[in-house]
Nanobody
């Protein structure tokens, strides 16, 4: 059983930056691809970014490409989401998620659908003011 705890959310002005962190415990972190999702009020939870076990493969939603960067530190069991040039439409609760992937697909595959993820954090609120 993997536990995920997000931190780093808050209130920021449009154009500003935030870095979210997600600390994992209870499993072998390198056996998991990691993802970030977000959910705005009244909307479905949507994919933001994902990273494979080593950090060699990443994927981003079109809406954040070029502004957000996902990374991980396996020695610290932590995944990060660096968010820059934030817009009011980025306002949402951001969730960290873990996809158990110990086989050969771990080298090249990262999921972008929330159904592919096995464990979720409690979320951290990001609010971008205009």
């Amino acid at each position: 059983q993997v536990q995920l705890v997000e931190s780093g959310g808050g209130l920021v002005q449009a154009g500003g930056s935030l870095r979210l962190s997600c600390a994992a415990s209870g499993g072998t972190f390198s056996n998991y691809a990691m993802g970030w999702f977000r959910q705005a009020p009244g909307k479905e939870r949507e994919f933001v970014a994902a990273i494979n076990w080593s950090g060699s493969v990443t994927a981003y939603a079109d809406s954040v490409k070029g502004r957000f960067t996902i990374s991980r530190d396996n020695a610290k069991n932590t995944v990060y989401l660096q968010m820059s040039s934030l817009k009011p439409e980025d306002t949402a609760v951001y969730f960290c998620a873990a996809d158990y992937r110990p086989g050969t697909t771990r080298y090249w595959y990262i999921g972008q659908d929330r159904s592919e993820y096995d464990y979720w954090g409690q979320g951290t609120q990001v609010t971008v003011s205009s």
